[in-house]
C-alpha cells in the first residue's frame, strides 16, 4: 500500500513539474481575422459605432455608409439633398 501512495505522490510530482517546465500555449484570434459582428463603424450623422450585423446600409455614389438607426439615414440623405440644391 505504501508503494502505490508514494508511486502516486511521485506521479503527481513529475506532472507538476512538468506543467510548470512547458512553455503554455496561448489560443488567440489570427490577426486579420474578425467576425463581421465585430467591425464596427461610425455613423456619419450621430457618431454611433455600430457593427455590420445591426447596421442600416444606405449607399451614396458608390459607397456603403452604415447607420444606427432609419432616422440617421433619412437625416444623411435629408443633409445630401440640401448640399445638392
Not at 14 to 34: D, F, N, Q, T
Amino acid at each position: 500500500m505504501r508503494i502505490l501512495i508514494w508511486g502516486l505522490l511521485l506521479y503527481i510530482g513529475y506532472r507538476i513539474i512538468v506543467s510548470l517546465a512547458s512553455p503554455k500555449k496561448s489560443v488567440e484570434k489570427p490577426v486579420g481575422k474578425m467576425d463581421s459582428a465585430e467591425i464596427t463603424h461610425r455613423d456619419p450623422v450621430c457618431g454611433v459605432y455600430v457593427s455590420e450585423e445591426q447596421a442600416v446600409v444606405g449607399r451614396h455614389d458608390g459607397q456603403k455608409h452604415y447607420f444606427c438607426s432609419m432616422d440617421c439615414l433619412e437625416k444623411y440623405r435629408e443633409q445630401l439633398d440640401h448640399i445638392s440644391n
